[in-house]
C-alpha cells in the first residue's frame, strides 16, 4: 500500500513538472500537445492510484473522477474510432495540394524550374485529382481498417466507392469551374487564391472530364466483351 501512494505521488510529480511550463507559443505546437496529455495521463493514473481508497468509499469524488476527470483520457482512447472521416479529408487534401508545394518550394531553390511551374502544377494536380476519383476508397478502406474505425463505418465504405468519388469529384470541379467563370466574368480578383491557381484547377477539370469519359467507355467495352461472347455463342 506504502508503495502504491510512493508510485501515485511520484506520477503526480512528473506529471506537474512536464505541464508546469507549458508554453502556447506555435513554436514547437506538436511537443506542447504531447507534453500537455503526457503530464494529463500522469497526473489522472497518479490520483487514481494515491487516492483510490477514498475514491471507494466516496460516491462524489468517485463520480469526478471517474465521469469528468478522465474524459479527455476516455475520448483519446476511442478517438481511433471517430478519426477515420478526419483523417481521410486531411489526407485527400495533402494528396492534392502536398505535390504542389513541394514543387514550388523546388522552384524556389532551383530557378529552372520555375519556367514549368504552373505546367508541372497542372500534371500533379490532374494526377491527384485521379488518384482522389479512382483510388480514394482504397485510402479509406486503410483508414478504416488502420484505425479500427466504428463511427460511420459502413456509410464511410458505401459512399467512397468509386461510383460516388467520381462523383464528388465532378461536383468539387465543377464549382471550382463556375467560380472562376464568374470571377473572371466579374473581373474581381481574389487575394486569397491566385487567379494562377484558380485557372490550372479549371484546366484540371477539362481534362478529368475528357480522361474520365475515355476510361468509362474503355470499362463499358470490357464489360460488354463477355455479353457479345456469350450471344455469338448462343
Not at 506529471?15 to 495521463?41: A, C, E, H
Not at 456509410?155 to 465543377?174: D, E, G, H, P
Amino acid at each position: 500500500m506504502i508503495i502504491a501512494k510512493i508510485i501515485g505521488i511520484f506520477f503526480i510529480f512528473m506529471g506537474y513538472l512536464l505541464v508546469r511550463n507549458l508554453s502556447l507559443s506555435v513554436d514547437g505546437i506538436f511537443n506542447t500537445i504531447l507534453q500537455g496529455w503526457l503530464g494529463y495521463f500522469l497526473v489522472i493514473t497518479g490520483v487514481g492510484i494515491l487516492f483510490s481508497e477514498i475514491l471507494k468509499k466516496n460516491k462524489v469524488l468517485s463520480f469526478i473522477y471517474n465521469k469528468i476527470l478522465v474524459i479527455p483520457a476516455i475520448g483519446f482512447i476511442y478517438f481511433q474510432y471517430t478519426f477515420a472521416p478526419i483523417l481521410s479529408i486531411i489526407l485527400f487534401l495533402g494528396i492534392y495540394f502536398l505535390p504542389s508545394l513541394l514543387f514550388l518550394r523546388l522552384g524556389e531553390k532551383y530557378s529552372i524550374l520555375e519556367q514549368y511551374s504552373q505546367g508541372i502544377i497542372y500534371i500533379l494536380s490532374l494526377l491527384s485529382v485521379l488518384f482522389f476519383a479512382y483510388k480514394s476508397n482504397l485510402v479509406m478502406r486503410f483508414i478504416i481498417e488502420s484505425f479500427k474505425t466504428k463511427l460511420f463505418r459502413n456509410y464511410l465504405k458505401k459512399y467512397t466507392n468509386t461510383a460516388f468519388t467520381r462523383m464528388y469529384t465532378y461536383m468539387i470541379m465543377i464549382a471550382i469551374y463556375i467560380s472562376y467563370n464568374f470571377l473572371t466574368f466579374s473581373n474581381i480578383n481574389l487575394n486569397i487564391i491566385p487567379s494562377e491557381m484558380l485557372n490550372v484547377i479549371k484546366e484540371v477539370f477539362v481534362t478529368f472530364v475528357a480522361i474520365d469519359s475515355l476510361i468509362q467507355i474503355y470499362l463499358s467495352k470490357q464489360h460488354s466483351k463477355p455479353r457479345e461472347s456469350q450471344k455469338e455463342r448462343k
